[in-house]
């Protein structure tokens, strides 16, 4: 999907996910109501077209460029229609081909990880713990007086006015120290009145997470949305991955118990126009309504790699790919490929694969 906001979205969690059980969360989640930074698609509105008989894996073999490396998978509903790598998940290792990518490669998925942040906020509020109505006080303890009006929604859909970050994603830093800068930080504009995309916000909702269940953020995830889901190979640390399955970055079903419907619902309603799309903040989801079907998606990246999961809300047609080498100077530059291979999958998953 094209820019929502540019410069943004090269950052994000370090969250790793083995590829297949990408669906496993999201299997539940066909919405019932009535993100180049990097970027999925572009502005234009998507219409439907007509592939023939073209199977998924054809469009990818004239699709991708030669020397690339990665993952896609396509789902309907809780069927797997694709999933299959592309290149080396690892060139250096010690074979004559490198290790190939494939569906159990685990990637570091960036920004995809704010859909897991938001789940985990609903968790929480059906669970009776938080209400994205509260003001972040309410579970951060004092802030400062141009922060007093930010909640947990402004923090959900990119409107709290808190910078986009605060440093460099990789750098270490408690939870303590990164909440006393962010609320010391400036804010771009009064809480609640204009979308700007903020990691930072995001942060401060993984903290918000941890204080109000007693937790640390991934074992609460761990817990209550990834073991429901089924989802046994996703994490931080938790996880003791195989050396031989983590991809490394190159440069240049229905889960109704992980999420009641009503917090799905809310999940994926539009909230919050984004300047100059198409597109709407949800919480944790960027959506956008075409004449044919409402989409969510989201995209992550970090200047190596570029991942984008995207679902329709009508027949729930889902298709995520990730490319640990998506930018090559000259060659490829898996941005300007985006939107042509989010299409093409999700197209040729509806007439069979």
């Not at 006015?161 to 909440?179: I, K, M």
């Not at 970090?302 to 729930?316: E, M, Y």
Request: proline letters at 6%; aromatic letters at 8%.
């Amino acid at each position: 999907m094209g820019r929502t906001h540019p410069g943004h979205r090269r950052r994000g969690g370090a969250i790793l996910l083995a590829a297949l059980l990408a669906l496993s969360l999201l299997g539940g989640c066909t919405a019932e109501h009535t993100s180049r930074s990097p970027a999925a698609y572009d502005r234009k509105t998507i219409g439907r077209k007509s592939f023939g008989s073209e199977s998924i894996a054809g469009f990818l073999r004239r699709t991708l460029p030669q020397g690339a490396s990665g993952t896609v998978i396509a789902a309907r509903g809780d069927r797997l229609v694709h999933c299959a790598g592309f290149g080396s998940a690892d060139r250096a290792a010690d074979r004559a081909a490198g290790i190939p990518a494939g569906c159990r490669t685990v990637y570091d998925v960036m920004s995809v990880t704010k859909q897991f942040t938001a789940a985990a906020v609903l968790k929480l509020q059906t669970m009776g713990r938080l209400d994205v109505d509260d003001p972040i006080s309410r579970h951060l303890g004092p802030v400062p007086g141009d922060k007093k009006s930010i909640t947990v929604e402004h923090l959900l859909t990119h409107t709290s006015g808190l910078p986009e970050s605060l440093g460099d994603d990789y750098a270490p830093v408690s939870r303590d120290q990164l909440v006393r800068r962010a609320l010391a930080s400036k804010l771009g504009s009064a809480p609640g009145k204009e979308f700007h995309y903020s990691n930072t916000g995001y942060s401060l909702l993984a903290a918000i997470i941890e204080k109000t269940s007693g937790q640390g953020y991934e074992p609460f995830l761990a817990r209550h949305l990834f073991a429901p889901a089924g989802m046994k190979h996703t994490g931080y640390v938790l996880p003791r991955w195989p050396r031989h399955r983590i991809a490394v970055e190159y440069d240049s079903r229905q889960h109704s118990n992980v999420l009641p419907a009503h917090a799905r619902r809310q999940l994926f309603t539009p909230r919050v126009p984004i300047p100059g799309s198409a597109d709407s903040a949800a919480y944790g989801w960027i959506i956008r309504t075409t004449p044919e079907e409402p989409l969510a998606w989201h995209d992550g990246g970090n200047g190596w790699s570029l991942a984008i999961l995207t679902r329709s809300l009508r027949d729930g047609v889902l298709v995520y790919w990730v490319s640990n080498h998506a930018y090559r100077k000259g060659k490829w530059n898996f941005e300007d490929l985006a939107e042509t291979l989010t299409e093409g999958v999700a197209e040729r998953s509806r007439t069979g694969g």
